[in-house]
């Protein structure tokens, strides 16, 4: 798969092409939220080991945004009510006797340990992130172009000189003590993801429209596409219904427009 994003990670119904992409788009606010934590946690964990000063940089100023995510949200509070809301849809199907008795009762165990981990009265992800001045600093400077320069911030720039091994223990330090956050995302999207029941359709002239079920709330759309095609969908969506347009773009100093051909797609409406 050309995506090696965890978004890519499920099964595809175009099991012959090797290069899929896979566009997807929440419907809620709180997996709008959870998505753009996986975004930025990837970003960490891709540059978190790396021995250059360009992915310190990266790694930290992703866990810095990761940090105000965190804040502004309450994303604890919206991981236990999601964890939980999933561990009462999973503890009602124990008698269906099409599901593995053995794999539910792992999947219920995983979300009982992290759930009693969040909730503990010591759990306050990204604390030590919080309370550090040199982060502090950073974060002040980032949203200035060019405002984390060597002048401007000595103490990062000091920082930044350490030994390699020095800068990656501190990254994971800061790090560790928000990955109960990780794992819960992790955990709540791959369930998520893994609740739909895929179809391919097509969209005629560029178009797909479907209306959502009222009895079973979609949560996010999923969208993929054999990469070699040479269009992209523009996805939206609200309580009643959402829309598909699939636009052409040949030149990034154009605007995109929606194609005239029928496109051919594989759909996952995901409903948990």
């Known amino acids: 798969m050309t995506d090696a994003t965890p978004a890519a990670r499920q099964s595809s119904l175009f099991p012959a092409m090797e290069d899929v992409t896979v566009y997807e788009q929440p419907l809620n606010e709180r997996v709008r939220a959870f998505l753009r934590l996986e975004h930025l946690f990837d970003v ?38 999601e964890l939980e809301r999933h561990a009462n849809v999973i503890a009602g199907l124990q008698q269906n006797p099409g599901v593995d008795p053995v794999r539910l009762r ?31 600093a950073i974060k002040q400077r980032l949203a200035i172009p060019g405002g984390t320069c060597n002048f401007d911030l000595p103490a990062y720039h000091f920082w930044l000189s350490r030994p390699a091994r020095e800068r ?19 955990l709540a999207l791959s369930m998520v993801r893994d609740s739909a029941t895929p179809s391919v359709v097509t969209a005629v002239a560029g178009f797909y429209q479907q209306p959502v079920d009222p009895n079973a709330v979609c949560q ?53």
């Not at 960490?44 to 965190?70: F, K, Q, T």
Request: hydrophobic share 40%.
């Open 220 to 272: 996010l759309v999923r969208v993929i596409l054999p990469s070699e095609l040479s269009v992209f969908p523009e996805i939206s969506g609200g309580k009643h219904r959402f829309t598909i347009r699939f636009l052409e773009q040949a030149t990034t100093a154009g605007r995109p427009a929606q194609t005239d051909q029928d496109i051919q797609f594989e759909l996952q409406c995901c409903n948990l």
């Open 44 to 81: 960490v964990c891709h540059c978190i080991n790396g021995p250059s000063i360009w992915e310190s940089r990266a790694a930290l100023a992703g866990l810095i945004e990761i940090n105000d995510l965190l804040s502004r949200f309450d994303l604890k509070a919206e991981l236990i009510k």
């Open 106 to 136: 792992e999947v219920l165990d995983e979300i009982s340990e992290l759930l009693t981990t969040l909730r503990g009265g010591g759990c306050q992800p990204a604390q030590l992130l919080r309370k550090d001045e040199l982060v502090y």
């Open 168 to 186: 990656v223990e501190h990254l994971h330090y800061w790090f560790n003590d928000m990955r109960i956050i990780k794992d819960g995302v992790d």
